[in-house]
Nanobody, 125 residues
Framework: QVLLVESGGGLVQAGGSLRLSCVAS????????MAWFRQAPGKAREFVAG???????NYADSVKGRFTVSSDNAKNTLYLQMNSLKIEDTAVYYC???????????????????WGQGTQVTVSS
């Protein structure tokens, strides 16, 4: 069993930055494929960024060049550095883990079996 706890969300002005953290307990984080998803009001949960168990990374086109996913294995923590935030980045952000070592980073919610509770990110004008 894996427990994921996100933190770091908040209110920020457009153009600002935030760093989200996801602390994993129960198993070592580097044995999983990890990802960040987000869900805006009235919309489906969507893939934002992923980190494969072997270090590979992938990003949604909407955040490429602005967001960076990283991890600290010693702290068993996954991060999402978000720069140049836009109003349309407003959403609840979720950390997810997949126990299946897929050969590439999956981008659909069904491919992840552990989820955090989410952290709210609000970007204002």
């Amino acid at each position: 069993q894996v427990l994921l706890v996100e933190s770091g969300g908040g209110l920020v002005q457009a153009g600002g930055s935030l760093r989200l953290s996801c602390v994993a307990s129960g198993r070592t984080l580097n044995s999983f494929n990890m990802a960040w998803f987000r869900q805006a009001p009235g919309k489906a949960r969507e893939f934002v960024a992923g980190r494969q168990w072997n270090g590979g990374k992938n990003y949604a086109d909407s955040v490429k060049g602005r967001f960076t996913v990283s991890s600290d294995n010693a702290k068993n923590t996954l991060y999402l550095q978000m720069n140049s935030l836009k109003i349309e980045d407003t959403a609840v952000y979720y950390c997810a883990a997949s126990s299946i070592p897929y050969a590439y980073i999956r981008t659909t919610t069904n491919d992840y079996d552990y989820w955090g509770q989410g952290t709210q990110v609000t970007v204002s004008s």
